[in-house]
């Protein structure tokens, strides 16, 4: 095979969606400073995101929660149902554990806070590009904290385990609660099977899951997966 004929490593073609031009240029700026990743289109609002998506076919779209026509909850569930291949970012100002669940219950993949972009934007599109979910840092502590709250007890109900799940964590009750395996979720996220053994007891442990259905349970309870 000649030089010429081998193709290019194909692009993540992104869409970036925000009504104000100087966010979707920092946006842009941003997520084309690392290889591999392409603006492919711009929207302004809830019609032209879908109409975009309908045109484009981006790999993921980055949604500002707040746009005008319809808002980043509504253009999330048709775009989840229409053009199940691509995937949501959530992009946004507003710190909520209610938000955040009604978000991954239209469909994202991660919710990003605007005030935390600069730092972990690239993050996000990496972690979703392995499918994997995404929730900003602030977030995912606060959320692993209030899952921790709400525990189910399992045989044992004596004492508090006020420890709560780590963003890791999260991420493994979500794969395991979803049917995976271990050996399929050591290779989602990059460990070995016996990683995953270990975080699978811990979890168990921490939380006083008498079985591997009160993970299930605690999972569909918290939005992680959907029933």
């Known amino acids: 095979m000649t030089k010429e004929s081998i193709p290019a ?23 084309e400073s690392q290889s591999g990743l392409e603006v492919c289109a711009e929207a302004a609002d809830g019609i032209e995101a879908i109409q975009q998506v309908e ?7 980055v949604l500002d929660l707040t746009i005008p026509q319809k808002n980043g909850l509504e253009v999330t569930r048709c775009i989840r149902e229409e053009f199940p291949t691509t995937a949501v970012l959530i992009l946004t100002m507003h710190f909520s554990e ?4 009604e978000v991954l219950r239209c469909g994202a993949r991660g919710y990003l806070l605007k005030s935390d972009a600069d730092i972990e934007l690239l993050t996000a599109v990496q972690q979703i590009r392995k499918n994997r979910p995404f929730f900003t840092g ?25 420890a709560p799940l ?24 990059g460990v070995s099977t016996r ?33």
């Open 138 to 162: 602030k977030l995912a502590a606060s959320m692993a904290e209030s899952f921790a709250r709400d525990k189910p007890r399992g045989g044992d109900t004596s004492g508090d385990i006020e």
């Open 55 to 61: 045109k484009e076919r981006p790999d993921l779209v």
């Open 98 to 101: 209610e938000v955040a669940r």
């Open 195 to 227: 990683t995953v053994e270990s975080h699978r007891n811990h979890i168990m442990q921490k939380m006083a899951f008498g079985s591997f259905s009160d993970l299930i349970r605690f999972a569909i309870r918290n939005s992680l997966i959907q029933p």
């Open 166 to 189: 780590s963003a890791r964590e999260i991420e493994v009750v979500q794969l395991l609660a979803s049917g995976k395996g271990n050996k399929e979720v050591a290779a989602m996220i």
């Open 9 to 31: 490593a194909t692009a993540y073609r992104i869409l970036v969606v925000d009504d104000h031009s100087i966010v979707r240029r920092g946006i842009r700026s941003l997520l």
